[in-house]
């Protein structure tokens, strides 16, 4: 609030200012002038220090995090870039993992087979895929080039090496134990004793390298033994055959006197009713098995007279009905065509010189096809020296003409 009753200045009653007294200006040389001012004071030397050292760290820190994050991102690049990028196999190969081999075994494995080219990056891999839980066991191929993402996916998949094995129609019990204890990819001891004659399957079983021989055998009496079940329940009535063992002996008889399927329930035909008939079944392929068992007839040893006429338990030549046991293992279609044969009263049938057979319903009309056959194998005899003779002959002018010359 403004004091009315003090006067105004300039008026009557006021008080003059006091003027400011003028300021001293001191001269300065051209250095002085050129100095700078003194500022604020620096903080004391320990705060320096202080600061200094915490501002160092974190920048020695930082340094370190940038830099460890480019060499990890740089490592992981090119260890991905490897880990995708075709392998060092020039030609394809195989691999055998066995069972309860580590992934770090096998990356070493890998790389000593030449496959991978680094078995830290494999095993890298394997823990950024999560593909180490997951490897299987066995034999595996490998593509050339293959990559280590490529192995380690087919490892992953198990999808390992396959093998054969074919037993085929007609092969005996011991000739089927010789095929399956020479393949060498197969592991383990035979059994010390042959199961029964035609109680192993015909067959062609998959496997993979290290499969136990006892295993494949016990698949193949076990599949033969469910298929000749199944037939035996569906079979025909009638059929002059006591048992299970009967009807096996006979399909594998069926299964030695032809390979051609159109003619299996003809020729099971005739051998039934020769049965309902009484009469011998005179099967060559029981005289056979007579002589030489489950080994075979040596290619070059032919039939004799002798031998027809030879008695063993074998022989339909010289016994009455079926001998007493199977002389191979039949087949499915052996099997079929005897629970299920042909309506036919044809009692015989012989070779007709092409792979095939002739039936007769009597014993005349077999003997004419017999002469036939006869015939024919003379023709193709005559035949068979006449090529022989003008080759020889061929030969001969050659011969003589080079010493001719």
């Known amino acids: 609030m403004t004091d009315t009753n003090s006067p105004a200045p300039g008026q009557p009653g006021s008080v003059p200012s006091r003027p400011e007294p003028p300021r001293l200006i001191v001269p300065k040389s051209a250095s002085e002038a050129l100095r700078p001012e003194a500022g604020t004071p620096p903080p004391s030397r320990r705060s320096r220090q202080s600061r200094n050292q915490f501002v160092v760290f974190l920048n020695f820190l930082f340094s370190a995090i940038v830099l460890v994050t480019l060499a990890?991102?740089?490592?992981v690049y090119l260890g991905k870039r490897e880990f995708d990028e075709p392998g060092p196999l020039a030609h394809t190969d195989t691999v055998l993992i066995k069972p309860g081999t580590s992934s770090a075994d096998i990356a070493t494995q890998l790389e000593r087979e030449d496959m991978i080219s680094d078995a830290r990056i494999f095993r890298l891999g394997l823990?950024?895929?999560?593909?180490?839980?997951t490897l299987k066991a066995g034999e595996y191929e490998i593509s050339p080039r293959a990559s280590m993402r490529d192995i380690m996916e087919l490892l992953q998949s198990g999808k390992s090496v396959q093998y054969s094995l074919t037993i085929p129609e007609g092969m005996t019990v011991e000739q089927a134990f010789q095929r399956i204890a020479s393949t060498d990819e197969l592991d383990g001891d035979m059994p010390a004793a042959l199961p029964p004659e035609g109680s192993l399957a015909t067959d062609t079983l998959k496997f993979t390298r290290g499969a136990k021989r006892q295993d494949i055998i016990d698949k193949l009496t076990a599949d033969q033994k469910a298929l000749v079940a199944r037939v035996w329940d569906n079979r025909v009535e009638g059929l002059p055959l006591k048992d299970v063992n009967e009807f096996v002996t006979l399909a594998s008889i069926v299964e030695k006197e032809t390979g051609r399927a159109d003619e299996r329930p003809r020729v099971a035909a005739v051998f039934i009713n020769r049965l309902k008939k009484r009469m011998r079944l005179q099967s060559d392929p029981?005289?056979?098995y007579g002589l030489f068992g489950g080994k075979g007839r040596p290619a070059d040893r032919p039939i004799y007279r002798s031998d027809i006429d030879n008695p063993t338990p074998y022989n339909t030549y010289t016994i009455d009905g079926l001998p007493p046991g199977p002389?191979?293992?039949?087949g499915r279609a052996a099997l079929e065509a005897v629970a299920n044969p042909s309506q036919t009263d044809?009692?015989?049938?012989?070779?007709?010189?092409s792979g095939g057979h002739v039936f007769a319903r009597t014993l005349e009309e077999h003997n004419e096809n017999v002469a036939r056959l006869r015939a024919f194998e003379k023709k193709q005899r005559e035949d068979a020296e006449k090529a022989a003779a003008a080759s020889a002959g061929g030969a001969d002018k050659a011969q003589q003409g080079q010493t001719g010359n």
Do not use: K, M, Q, W
């Open 127 to 133: 823990r950024v895929y999560g593909g180490g839980a």
């Open 327 to 330: 002389i191979a293992n039949p």
């Open 72 to 75: 990890s991102a740089l490592f």
């Open 346 to 353: 044809e009692l015989y049938f012989v070779a007709d010189g």
């Open 286 to 288: 029981t005289i056979i």
